[in-house]
């Protein structure tokens, strides 16, 4: 086949190779990429343009779109390639064939290798100094005795017959190098059968104590799990651990020399084969077993990045997708001790309206003060949320909120408390957003209104944070920081979209996320609405500076606008399908507010009636479902775990304790759970349920109440070891034992709020009965709060 007939070909094979990955059909891929390459976005062509792609869900198209990016990286180099050969003189039809038939990236360079051009070698010199001929000759004739044959190939710069056997090995160890056959077949034999082991460096066993676990480690390279070899990867890095990746042991160094040997072809024991059989396993031993540890260290390096990535991913979809708890009014606490108990109260539309700081631990010990601040504050604001941030001093926050809702006088009904986690909002609070949003407001304050809206909607909230400051990674800190952010952008941006965006209420952060717009149009969205009110209606947004037809089409159907002129602006149904939306309404006989949300409105009416050349029939559906249930929100209901009263420090644990706690990550040796001691602990993964489990997340994920029973507390090393079986697991030596060693001493920095969160200062976390509350008789608070109440 000619050069010009592959590349026609490039963009079918594409198609194909993605059709195979994706479990689609070539004619979908390749209505995706026309979609996806002409300016739509994912989550776009995910709701609407399902008659083109065939239903490919979002999934499907994140992995088409990054799998295109790769072959078509692929597919240029392989041109660049056969450009490159074609240009030496040396581009054979065999040749030509073998670069076609690549199907990585690693098989392409290792075709390309003999003709790439490279700086001067051993391999070189000895051709110069004519060495090339006697290498030949011996591979040739078995029957010659190296030693003496190289004694005619003697020049100025080749001055003994070593040397001249040495140039010749030069030039076969270059050209066993370069064999793309027995690259590949030692690549094979390496990730089926390699050895990767780790040791400790010698004088380095104090510095790297929780490390400890890998001082002398050996497992199948191809078995290692990402979180292991992450954690010894960091341990190199560190200068703790020296790694290796080798055949296991003699036979496998011996057989991989074999697979060398077996190249040249050896046919018995004459002094040429042995010569060959010699420089077959020089060449493994000095070359070839180096630049294949290599290639598999990075390749694992990959894996385990790659792998890791996508742990953090599904844990901040679950995140993202947590259940708000609604617009409603909420009291928003920062517990700290020293600095005091940051307090802000927002409306039900996020708005601040009263702040306060309060003392009620040491060294004021102000807590009569602190209980009658927050009841006024929830009699003056109707307070119907209490936010309490997960940090230091939660549960003392916790308990005196609870003896304040617990006194509150007849008449005023006591808000719900809910503990929230905190990761990230000292990270966001002291940003150069929180500084625009709140300009004049202290920046411990910030935390405590990003508390308080996060319990409301956690969405709206979390997309102000850098996702990587949230907590719920798994060696985050380790991996490719642009794949990990290109990643966790993506997950933002499925799930803002899948949930929707209320047009008139949404910051420039989370407008920023909506499918075709971006920072600059959300920012000038915002300033539109400032300028000139609420938007009335989708339409309105071709107003917006900048906000042209395409970028239209590609937002309008995933913001909401609640009560405006166009009933349909509230649902996810696109402006351009509001015709056929109309079509289905009249038939019904009925105004449309009467049918949206009216369960079982459109029971006599087929969706196929309604298909035409223009709108297919999951369009059709889509819209049947709109009015049924306009702008029906994915999330699940809220929930919140009610943390054991009494157990607020790890020291108040005991095994067999059975405990309700949130998950706040999901690794892949388990999950972390927040228990309300301030140290999270963990279910591993041979304890989530009464059945093996090899995924955690099949199991559990991140934001779920679970319950959990403690099998095992560590005090000194702060481990809390749990279990969700039924039979109540065994210890969490057990656990280790049953697994094998799955996490350095310590916990995996970044695998979850496995360190004590913030609290207000930096400060460390307190110790057990470090603060206490001086406590009042339930009937002396209430007249106290009853005295606040009558104060104007």
């Given at each position: 086949?000619?050069?010009?007939?592959?590349?026609?070909q490039t963009?079918?094979r594409?198609?194909r190779t993605?059709a195979?990955?994706i479990?689609?059909?070539?004619?979908?891929?390749?209505?995706a990429?026309?979609?996806?390459?002409?300016?739509a976005t994912?989550?776009?062509?995910?709701r609407y343009?399902?008659?083109a792609?065939?239903?490919?869900?979002?999934t499907?198209?994140r992995?088409?779109s990054?799998?295109?990016?790769?072959?078509?990286?692929?597919e240029?180099?392989r041109?660049?390639?056969?450009?490159?050969i074609?240009?030496?003189d040396?581009?054979?039809?065999a040749?030509?064939k073998a670069?076609a038939g690549?199907?990585?990236?690693?098989?392409l360079?290792?075709?390309?290798?003999?003709?790439?051009k490279?700086r001067?070698?051993k391999a070189m010199?000895?051709r110069?100094?004519?060495?090339e001929?006697?290498?030949?000759?011996i591979l040739?004739?078995?029957s010659?005795?190296?030693e003496?044959?190289a004694g005619?190939?003697?020049t100025?710069?080749?001055e003994?017959?070593?040397?001249?056997l040495?140039?010749a090995?030069?030039?076969l160890?270059e050209?066993l190098c370069?064999?793309?056959?027995?690259?590949g077949?030692l690549?094979?034999?390496?990730k089926?059968e390699?050895q990767f082991t780790?040791?400790?460096?010698e004088?380095?066993?104090q510095?790297?104590?929780k490390?400890?676990d890998y001082?002398?480690?050996?497992e199948t390279?191809?078995?290692m799990p990402?979180?292991r070899?992450?954690?010894?990867?960091?341990?190199?890095n560190e200068?703790i651990?020296?790694?290796?990746i080798?055949?296991p042991?003699?036979?496998?160094?011996?057989?991989?020399?074999?697979?060398?040997?077996?190249e040249?072809s050896?046919r018995?024991?004459?002094?040429?084969?042995?010569?060959?059989?010699?420089?077959a396993?020089?060449?493994?031993?000095v070359?070839?077993?180096?630049?294949m540890?290599?290639?598999l260290?990075?390749?694992l390096?990959?894996?385990?990045q790659?792998e890791?990535?996508?742990?953090f991913?599904r844990n901040?979809?679950?995140?993202?997708?947590?259940?708000p708890?609604g617009?409603?009014p909420?009291?928003?606490?920062?517990?700290?001790?020293?600095?005091g108990v940051?307090?802000?109260?927002v409306?039900?539309?996020?708005k601040?309206?009263?702040?306060?700081?309060l003392?009620p631990?040491q060294?004021k010990?102000?807590?009569?003060g602190?209980q009658t601040s927050?009841?006024?504050?929830?009699k003056a604001?109707?307070?119907e949320l209490?936010a309490?941030?997960?940090?230091?001093?939660s549960?003392?926050?916790?308990?005196m909120v609870?003896e304040v809702?617990?006194a509150?006088?007849?008449?005023?009904?006591?808000?719900?408390?809910?503990?929230v986690?905190?990761?990230?909002?000292s990270?966001?609070s002291?940003?150069?957003?929180?500084?625009?949003?709140?300009p004049?407001?202290?920046?411990?304050?910030?935390?405590?209104?990003?508390i308080?809206?996060r319990?409301?909607?956690?969405?709206?909230?979390l997309v102000?944070?850098d996702?990587?400051?949230?907590?719920?990674?798994?060696?985050q800190?380790d991996?490719?920081?642009?794949k990990?952010?290109?990643?966790?952008?993506?997950?933002i941006?499925?799930v803002v979209?899948?949930?929707?965006?209320?047009l008139?209420m949404?910051?420039?952060?989370?407008?920023a996320?909506?499918?075709?717009?971006?920072?600059?149009?959300?920012?000038a969205?915002v300033?539109h609405?400032d300028?000139?009110?609420?938007?009335a209606?989708?339409?309105e947004?071709?107003k917006v500076?900048?906000?042209?037809p395409?970028a239209?089409?590609q937002?309008?159907?995933?913001?909401?606008?609640?009560?405006?002129k166009?009933?349909?602006?509230a649902?996810a149904?696109?402006?351009?399908?509001y015709?056929?939306?109309?079509?289905?309404?009249?038939?019904?006989g009925?105004?449309?507010?009467?049918?949206?949300g009216?369960e079982?409105a459109?029971n006599?009416?087929?969706?196929q009636?309604?298909?035409?050349?223009?709108?297919?029939l999951?369009?059709?559906?889509?819209?049947?479902?709109?009015?049924?249930k306009?702008?029906?929100?994915?999330?699940?209901?809220?929930?919140?775990a009610s943390?054991t009263?009494?157990v607020?420090e790890?020291?108040?644990?005991?095994?067999?304790m059975v405990l309700?706690?949130?998950?706040?990550?999901?690794?892949?040796?388990g999950?972390?759970?927040?228990?309300g001691v301030h140290?999270d602990?963990?279910?591993?993964v041979s304890?989530?349920?009464?059945?093996?489990v090899k995924?955690?997340?099949?199991?559990v994920?991140t934001g779920q109440?679970?319950k959990?029973?403690?099998?095992?507390?560590?005090v000194p090393?702060k481990?809390?070891?749990?279990?969700?079986?039924?039979?109540?697991g065994?210890s969490a030596?057990?656990?280790r034992?049953e697994q094998?060693?799955?996490?350095?001493r310590?916990?995996?920095?970044?695998?979850g709020?496995?360190?004590?969160?913030?609290?207000?200062g930096?400060?460390p976390?307190?110790?057990g009965?470090?603060t206490?509350?001086k406590?009042d008789?339930?009937?002396a608070?209430?007249?106290a709060?009853?005295?606040?109440?009558?104060?104007?």
């Amino acid at each position: 086949m000619s050069q010009t007939a592959q590349t026609a070909q490039t963009p079918q094979r594409i198609l194909r190779t993605i059709a195979q990955d994706i479990s689609a059909e070539a004619k979908q891929v390749a209505a995706a990429v026309d979609l996806l390459d002409g300016g739509a976005t994912v989550p776009f062509v995910a709701r609407y343009r399902k008659e083109a792609t065939g239903g490919l869900d979002d999934t499907q198209l994140r992995v088409l779109s990054e799998r295109l990016a790769y072959l078509r990286e692929l597919e240029a180099r392989r041109a660049t390639i056969l450009d490159s050969i074609k240009s030496q003189d040396k581009l054979t039809d065999a040749l030509a064939k073998a670069i076609a038939g690549a199907e990585t990236k690693a098989q392409l360079e290792d075709i390309y290798l003999p003709y790439k051009k490279k700086r001067r070698t051993k391999a070189m010199i000895a051709r110069e100094n004519g060495l090339e001929p006697l290498l030949d000759q011996i591979l040739s004739d078995r029957s010659v005795i190296p030693e003496v044959l190289a004694g005619s190939f003697l020049t100025n710069a080749v001055e003994t017959p070593k040397d001249a056997l040495n140039g010749a090995r030069d030039i076969l160890t270059e050209r066993l190098c370069e064999s793309a056959p027995l690259l590949g077949r030692l690549r094979s034999y390496m990730k089926s059968e390699a050895q990767f082991t780790a040791r400790v460096i010698e004088g380095k066993e104090q510095d790297g104590a929780k490390f400890a676990d890998y001082f002398a480690h050996s497992e199948t390279w191809k078995d290692m799990p990402s979180h292991r070899a992450l954690a010894m990867l960091r341990g190199a890095n560190e200068g703790i651990l020296a790694l290796d990746i080798a055949p296991p042991g003699e036979e496998g160094a011996e057989r991989a020399e074999t697979m060398v040997a077996a190249e040249l072809s050896l046919r018995g024991q004459g002094a040429a084969d042995q010569w060959l059989r010699k420089v077959a396993g020089w060449t493994w031993r000095v070359k070839l077993s180096m630049s294949m540890m290599v290639e598999l260290m990075s390749d694992l390096r990959l894996r385990a990045q790659e792998e890791a990535i996508q742990v953090f991913a599904r844990n901040l979809k679950d995140l993202l997708f947590a259940a708000p708890a609604g617009a409603r009014p909420t009291l928003g606490l920062d517990p700290g001790i020293r600095t005091g108990v940051k307090a802000a109260v927002v409306d039900a539309t996020g708005k601040v309206l009263a702040t306060e700081t309060l003392y009620p631990f040491q060294p004021k010990n102000d807590l009569r003060g602190a209980q009658t601040s927050i009841a006024r504050l929830i009699k003056a604001h109707g307070i119907e949320l209490v936010a309490i941030g997960n940090g230091t001093a939660s549960r003392e926050t916790e308990r005196m909120v609870g003896e304040v809702l617990g006194a509150l006088p007849a008449g005023i009904k006591a808000p719900t408390k809910v503990v929230v986690s905190e990761a990230g909002a000292s990270v966001y609070s002291a940003s150069e957003l929180a500084a625009r949003e709140f300009p004049d407001l202290d920046v411990s304050l910030r935390g405590a209104v990003s508390i308080a809206r996060r319990l409301q909607d956690p969405l709206a909230e979390l997309v102000k944070i850098d996702p990587k400051s949230i907590g719920v990674g798994q060696y985050q800190h380790d991996v490719d920081q642009h794949k990990l952010t290109k990643s966790l952008e993506a997950v933002i941006e499925d799930v803002v979209n899948a949930v929707g965006v209320d047009l008139n209420m949404a910051s420039a952060p989370l407008l920023a996320h909506v499918s075709g717009l971006g920072p600059g149009l959300a920012e000038a969205i915002v300033a539109h609405r400032d300028s000139n009110g609420a938007f009335a209606s989708r339409r309105e947004l071709l107003k917006v500076a900048r906000l042209g037809p395409k970028a239209f089409e590609q937002c309008a159907g995933f913001l909401r606008i609640r009560d405006g002129k166009e009933p349909l602006d509230a649902s996810a149904v696109h402006p351009e399908s509001y015709a056929v939306a109309r079509q289905v309404v009249k038939a019904c006989g009925r105004d449309i507010r009467q049918i949206m949300g009216a369960e079982g409105a459109l029971n006599t009416l087929r969706a196929q009636d309604f298909v035409s050349a223009e709108v297919g029939l999951p369009t059709v559906r889509d819209i049947f479902e709109e009015l049924e249930k306009p702008g029906r929100d994915p999330r699940p209901s809220f929930q919140t775990a009610s943390f054991t009263d009494g157990v607020e420090e790890i020291t108040d644990l005991k095994p067999g304790m059975v405990l309700e706690g949130t998950v706040t990550n999901v690794a892949a040796f388990g999950a972390f759970v927040d228990v309300g001691v301030h140290q999270d602990g963990l279910v591993h993964v041979s304890q989530l349920a009464d059945r093996f489990v090899k995924d955690p997340h099949e199991v559990v994920k991140t934001g779920q109440v679970v319950k959990v029973t403690v099998t095992e507390v560590d005090v000194p090393r702060k481990r809390i070891g749990l279990t969700m079986r039924k039979d109540g697991g065994g210890s969490a030596k057990d656990q280790r034992r049953e697994q094998g060693r799955d996490t350095p001493r310590g916990g995996p920095k970044g695998a979850g709020r496995n360190q004590p969160s913030r609290g207000q200062g930096g400060q460390p976390p307190r110790k057990g009965g470090q603060t206490t509350l001086k406590q009042d008789s339930p009937g002396a608070l209430g007249a106290a709060l009853m005295d606040a109440f009558k104060k104007k």
